[in-house]
């Protein structure tokens, strides 16, 4: 129900997006007051993810869920750096260092 992970406004300091003056990736931990309220960082900007998102109804050729690139990265405006802005199937074909994934469930060995 936020627009952006810390809530509603947009704090451009709390985010690495085009005008932040980085144009590079940062640590994760670079912006701690961009922080969502479960302590995830850079879930805007810095780099996108890609995300698989289920679809309610199949598809025309019968597919379940569609690759989406969600959060912008450093080098987007920071109001595309939000979960809910996302690009469908971005980034498969013609990779980019400002997407990336994230690891949201532990891998069993």
């Known amino acids: 129900g ?6 509603d406004n947009i704090e451009f300091s709390f985010a690495n997006h085009r005008d932040s003056g980085q144009r590079k990736l940062e640590p994760v931990t ?11 960082l850079n879930m805007a900007g810095n780099a996108a993810e890609w995300t698989i998102t289920p679809l309610e109804t199949p598809g025309p050729d019968g597919q379940k869920e569609v690759i ?3 959060g912008g990265g450093y080098d987007d405006d920071l109001i595309m750096c939000r979960a809910a802005f996302w690009n469908e ?15 949201a469930q532990d891998v069993e060995r």
């Open 89 to 103: 199937g971005s980034g498969k074909d013609d990779p980019h260092p400002a997407i990336g994934f994230r690891c």
């Open 68 to 70: 989406r690139v969600r």
């Open 2 to 7: 936020r627009k952006f992970p810390w809530g």
């Open 30 to 40: 670079a912006r701690p007051r961009g922080a969502s309220p479960f302590g995830c």
